[in-house]
């Protein structure tokens, strides 16, 4: 599927003219005016090339290309200009709002030359996010897949969170909500720092002493210390180490993505606390009831997110299976540990690749029953993309 162009204009002869001129080389959209303009990008795009007047009654071309910039930044931007805007484009070029300018009149070889070359730079900018996104997607997986294998207690607890999470990102609509699971299925990363009993301990719901809370609360800067230096996750990061704070980062003027890494940390911390008021065995009306009287200013529709869903569902009834038989994506219906307490797996964990060599090893040395009860998971609830 070719490429899309859009050409924006007050004119409406320019661009009939514009469709005539470059029909045959390239598939081109038209709209006029910049309102009209962002309409389309919302709704019709993806769009490869933009190409704008400077002078638009309205909305200029620099604000017009601007907004373009903020709602599909791989979109490339050029503007048409006169000789007297010469000093205004070059500020936007530099500013990084535009790929190029163009003064008018331009010809037609001038027209496709450049097109050609937005076009070049759209594709190399989508091929390198494709390859950053594949990377991030790896990273993730292999920090997860770490966590599952060292203290299989936190990383149950991330994917209950992770899934608190994707509930209440659907419920308010937000946008790049991968952002937000990615930060839930993160946020017990600092644990594996951790002694593997004070995990437990918070697994069970059970009371930590003074000495252990104190342990405890550290791992989200242990995460945060782990995770900063990985392109894209530095907000990411920022929103795991303030987990705990009732309105994080008020006072800071440079964190990274405002508004969404404070709200997202708000998010992480009202999931985490309903977890562990469900752990300790409140019920969802009590937990809803604390997230209320103790959270200044929370969204309500997050505490609706949170009592709306609902205990997840198996296709498939658990039933006794032998750890060799296990599949990758079977889910575990109980706690696996060894003679002397320790915990292998934990129960809702779902088996990975990593999981599986790790029972078949504990199985081989007979330190783990060679049976247990695991079931096959319902469709998964809706994700966000890296």
């Not at 390859?131 to 299989?152: D, G, H, I, N, W």
């Not at 009306?285 to 198996?314: C, N, W």
């Not at 129960?347 to 029953?369: A, C, D, M």
Request: hydrophobic fraction near 45%; glycine fraction near 6%.
């Amino acid at each position: 599927m070719p490429d899309q162009i859009l050409f924006v204009d007050d004119e409406p002869a320019l661009l009939q003219g514009y469709q005539r001129l470059l029909h045959k080389e390239f598939k081109i959209t038209t709209a006029v005016g910049g309102e009209a303009a962002l309409t389309l990008v919302q709704h019709m795009g993806p769009f490869a090339v933009v190409l704008s007047d400077m002078r638009m009654p309205g909305m200029n071309g620099i604000e017009f290309l601007f907004k373009v910039k903020t709602l599909a930044p791989d979109t490339v931007r050029i503007m048409l200009t006169g000789a007297a805007e010469l000093k205004t484009a070059m500020d936007a070029v530099n500013e990084g709002n535009i790929f190029r300018f163009l003064t008018k009149p331009s010809n037609k070889d001038m027209l496709v030359r450049t097109l050609n070359d937005a076009l070049a730079q759209h594709h190399l900018l989508c091929a390198e996010k494709e390859l950053l996104e594949k990377t991030l997607r790896s990273t993730v997986y292999a920090l997860t897949e770490v966590l599952s294998v060292v203290s299989p207690a936190a990383f149950s607890r991330a994917m209950r969170v992770r899934r608190y999470v994707q509930r209440i990102v659907a419920r308010l609509s937000l946008a790049s909500p991968w952002k937000f699971e990615v930060a839930a299925m993160l946020s017990q990363l600092g644990c594996v720092t951790l002694d593997p009993e004070i995990i437990d301990k918070v697994y069970a719901g059970t009371q930590l002493s003074p000495e252990e809370e104190a342990q405890y609360v550290t791992h989200p800067r242990a995460a945060h210390d782990l995770l900063r230096g990985i392109p894209r996750l530095e907000a990411i990061a920022w929103m795991v180490s303030r987990q705990y704070e009732d309105l994080p980062g008020e006072e800071e003027a440079d964190v990274p993505g405002l508004p969404d890494a404070r709200l997202g940390a708000r998010i992480l911390r009202a999931a985490l606390t309903f977890d562990s008021l469900l752990r300790k065995r409140h019920s969802r009306v009590d937990a809803a009831h604390y997230l209320t009287q103790s959270f200044k200013g929370l969204d309500k529709r997050i505490i609706e997110a949170l009592m709306e869903l609902e205990p997840e569902a198996m296709a498939n009834p658990a039933r006794p299976a032998f750890i060799e038989d296990l599949a990758e994506g079977a889910i575990l219906d109980q706690d696996i540990r060894t003679p002397d307490g320790l915990l292998v797996a934990a129960k809702g964990q779902e088996v990975s690749f990593s999981l599986l060599r790790k029972l078949r090893s504990y199985r081989e040395k007979g330190t783990i029953p060679g049976e247990v009860a695991a079931s096959q998971p319902a469709a998964s609830t809706p994700a966000g993309n890296a």
